[in-house]
C-alpha cells in the first residue's frame, strides 16, 4: 500500500465544539488534543472516518520492518458496550525480526489492502488503542505517546471526581449520541428538529430555542433530542444534559433561592460548555426580575439550550419580556395529520415484537381522536400502540382491533 500524503492540518477539520472541560470527547474516533500534537510533531495526519473509525497516515516503525512508514487503521464496533478496537496495518508492512508476540499479531488477515493485527481484544478509549498499536509496529514515538495518555488520564481522573458534586450530573440526566439516534427516528417532523439545530449553532442572538404547543403530548421533548442527534452528527455538541425544571425548584423556600440556584446551574452549563435540554423551563422562572436577568446574562455568556413551557399561557408571559423575546427563537409545535400519525405508527408496529395488524393501527387513530384524556397527537397514539403491543406480549397474541378496543385505558372523573 502507498503511503497517502495528506496535510498535517488535517486534524483541524475536528470540530473544537466536540470538547468539554475535560478535554476528551464522546465520540470514540476522536484522540485528546495532546495526542493530535504529537502527531503533528511527526507529520503523522489523521482521516475521522466516522464515529468509530479513524484512520493514522505515514506512521514511522522501527527498522525490524521491510519499510520505514505505514498507515494504521482503528476500529471499534459501534453495537458493542465493550467497545473492543481492532487494528490494521499496510497489508505490505512486514516483520522481520524475531518477537514472538509480533510475529504472531502479523498472521492477521488482508483484506482491501489491510492487514488486521491477530492480538487480545484492546478495550479502552482511541488514545490507549493508538499506544498499543504504536507498540506493536515499534515505533519511535511509542513512549512519548504513552506518556500523553497516563498524563491524559490522571487528569480525567480529577474532572470525574470534580463532578461528583455537578448540580448538572446530580439533577440531570446525560444525553449520549445512542439515545439521540433511537429518539430521531420517531420523530414526525424531522424539518423542524433540523431547524432547532440550526438555530442553537447560531453565533449570535437568537440562538436558544422555546418549543411550546396548544396541547401538551405534541412531542416536545422528541424534537429535543432529535436536534440533538443532528448536532452530534456533525460534531457540533459533546456534552448534553437534560434536565426537568422542577428539579430546580424544589426544596426552595422563597422564590430568592430558586433564582440563585438556576444562577449556579447555568454557570455550570457555560463552563462546562453543556448544551442544555430544559423541560417545563416556565416552572423554574419565578417571574421576578432575577431569573429574567440572571437567564439572559447567561445566554450572552455563551449557553446554549433548547426549552419546552407547559401551556400557551406560559410562552405568552415570556414573550411580554423583550430582552427574553430577542434572545430566544419560539417555536409552536403543531399536532401531525392522520396520515403522518400513520406512517409513525406503522414505524413502531415494524419494530414491534408482536404482529401489529393494520386494521389495529387505524382503531388507535379513531380512539386517540375521540379520547381527549390521553394528551394530544403523537403522544396520545404512540401511547395505546405501546400499551396494545405489551398487552400483545403479556398475552401472548398480535395487536388487533379487538385488543385495542379492550385495552384499560383509566377511569376519570367528569370536570
Known amino acids: 500500500m502507498n503511503i497517502e500524503t495528506k496535510h498535517k492540518n488535517n ?7 466536540c470538547y468539554h472541560k475535560t478535554g476528551t470527547s464522546s465520540v470514540w474516533s476522536h484522540p485528546h488534543e495532546s495526542i493530535l500534537n504529537l502527531l503533528d510533531s511527526y507529520d503523522i495526519s489523521i482521516e475521522i472516518i466516522d464515529h468509530y473509525s479513524s484512520q493514522f497516515s505515514a506512521i514511522p516503525v522501527s527498522s525490524q520492518f521491510n519499510k520505514a512508514k505505514t498507515n494504521i487503521l482503528l476500529s471499534t464496533n459501534a ?10 496495518v499496510d497489508d505490505d508492512l512486514k516483520y522481520l525480526g524475531r518477537d514472538a508476540e509480533r510475529i504472531k499479531a502479523f498472521t492477521g488477515i488482508c483484506s482491501k489492502n489491510w492487514r488486521r493485527l491477530s492480538v487480545e481484544p484492546i478495550f479502552g478509549n482511541i488514545n490507549e488503542c493508538l499506544c498499543k498499536a504504536l507498540e506493536i509496529v515499534d515505533s519511535p514515538i511509542t513512549h512519548k505517546a504513552y506518556e500523553i495518555v497516563t498524563s491524559i488520564n490522571e487528569q480525567n481522573q480529577k474532572s470525574t471526581d470534580d463532578l461528583s458534586d455537578s448540580l448538572l450530573t446530580n439533577l440531570g440526566e446525560i444525553i449520549n449520541p445512542e439515545i439521540a439516534v433511537k429518539t430521531y427516528k420517531k420523530v414526525i417532523n424531522k424539518g423542524i428538529a433540523e431547524e432547532i439545530a440550526i438555530i442553537v449553532t447560531n453565533t449570535e442572538c437568537p440562538n436558544n430555542v422555546l418549543l411550546w404547543g396548544d396541547h401538551s403530548g405534541v412531542g416536545k421533548d422528541l424534537l429535543m433530542l432529535a436536534a440533538v442527534h443532528l448536532l452530534f452528527k456533525r460534531n457540533h455538541i459533546d456534552y448534553v444534559v437534560k434536565i426537568s425544571a422542577w428539579k430546580i425548584g424544589i426544596g426552595s423556600i422563597f422564590p430568592a433561592e430558586q433564582d440563585s440556584f438556576l444562577n449556579l446551574l447555568l454557570t455550570e452549563a457555560i463552563n462546562q460548555r453543556c448544551l442544555l435540554l430544559i423541560q417545563d423551563i416556565d416552572v423554574c422562572l419565578t417571574g421576578s426580575e432575577i431569573s ?10 455563551g449557553l446554549r439550550f433548547i426549552a ?11 414573550a411580554q419580556d423583550m430582552s427574553i423575546v430577542r434572545r430566544l427563537v419560539a417555536i409552536k409545535i403543531e399536532e401531525p395529520s392522520t396520515e403522518e400519525m400513520f406512517e409513525v405508527l406503522q414505524q413502531i408496529a415494524k419494530e414491534s415484537p ?3 395488524q393494520p386494521s389495529a393501527i387505524h382503531a388507535i387513530l379513531r380512539l386517540s381522536q375521540k379520547d381527549l384524556n390521553n394528551g394530544s397527537e ?23 382491533p379487538d385488543l ?12
Open 404 to 415: 385495542v378496543y379492550s385495552l384499560f385505558r383509566g377511569q376519570w372523573p367528569d370536570n
Open 378 to 400: 403523537p403522544a396520545s397514539s404512540i401511547g395505546l400502540l405501546t400499551s396494545a403491543i405489551h398487552q400483545a406480549e403479556w398475552k401472548k397474541t398480535q395487536v388487533d
Open 354 to 356: 408482536v404482529k401489529v
Open 79 to 88: 453495537s458493542s458496550k465493550a467497545m473492543a478496537c481492532q487494528m490494521f
Open 308 to 318: 419546552s413551557v407547559r401551556t400557551p399561557a406560559a410562552a405568552a408571559r415570556l
Open 292 to 301: 429574567k436577568s440572571s437567564l439572559c446574562s447567561a445566554i450572552d455568556s
Open 11 to 17: 486534524r483541524h477539520n475536528i470540530n473544537a465544539n
